[in-house]
């Protein structure tokens, strides 16, 4: 089974604090991607990645980086964090070619900021 | 602009009877649909897909159908379970470029003893 791992299920931040979403997958996945996840909007892609070093924006990147220096691995990094920043943030995976379209997710980091 | 929506916001029905999810897409050339679904405090979860070259497809207990012509999809359940309690996303793959899921908002489907 594929599995989507994100290192944190609940965490609380303060404004400005830098804040770092780690996401790990064990498909050997070339794509990952962050989403957060609101109520009444879904879900809206931050960023997502290609390949080991490689990042492409989303619709929502502002306030947001990433990092993927391990193809398993790919990290959503809050500068200084906002309160508007409050929300659920889901990790996902898939691999190139033919199954590429379906993406798998992880359970999700619910990060609150106060 | 690119949208995938869903009719009903909330949906109850008794267990053991079947459920009907719509979802409207604005898109005509997107090619491939996916149904999620999200049971409380988990990520979402791969249902079934479908390519818009077909109009049904099939699985455990879930129906997928897709009528090109208005842009609609349904995901049907047949017998629901409460285990089936949860929210079910549609989402539509948009062409070009990344492989950018657009999501629906969501439908919360409860079960009625």
């Known amino acids: 089974d594929v599995k989507v791992t994100q290192s944190s299920r609940y965490l609380v931040k303060r404004t400005g604090e830098k804040v770092f979403l780690e996401c790990v997958q064990d498909?050997?996945?070339?794509?990952m991607f962050w989403y957060r996840q609101d109520p009444g909007l879904g879900l809206r892609l931050i960023y997502f990645?290609?390949?080991?070093?490689?990042?492409e924006k989303g619709d929502i990147p502002e306030g947001y980086s990433v990092s993927r220096e391990k193809k398993e691995r790919f990290s959503l990094i809050l500068e200084s964090a906002s309160t508007n920043q409050t929300s659920m943030y889901l990790c996902?995976?898939?691999?190139?070619?033919?199954?590429?379209?379906?993406?798998?997710f992880g359970a999700g980091t619910r990060l609150s900021v106060l | 602009g690119e949208s995938v929506g869903l009719h009903l916001p909330t949906l109850s029905v008794q267990e053991g009877d079947n459920s009907i999810i719509n979802c409207a897409y604005s898109?005509?050339?997107?090619?491939?649909f996916i149904w999620y679904k999200q049971e409380s405090g988990k990520g979402p979860q791969f249902i079934i897909d479908?390519?818009?070259?077909?109009d049904k497809r099939q699985g455990q207990r879930v129906t997928v159908l897709l009528n090109k012509t208005v842009k609609h999809l349904s995901l049907q359940i047949a017998a629901t379970q409460p285990g089936d309690s949860a929210v079910y996303f549609c989402?539509?793959?948009?062409?070009?470029?990344?492989?950018?899921?657009?999501f629906g908002q969501g439908t919360r489907l409860t079960i009625n003893p």
């Open positions: 996902a995976s898939n691999p190139a070619g033919e199954a590429k379209n379906i993406q798998y």
């Open positions: 498909m050997d996945h070339e794509n």
């Open positions: 990645s290609y390949d080991v070093k490689m990042k």
């Open positions: 898109n005509s050339a997107s090619d491939y």
């Open positions: 479908i390519r818009s070259n077909m």
């Open positions: 989402a539509e793959i948009a062409l070009g470029g990344a492989q950018k899921l657009v």
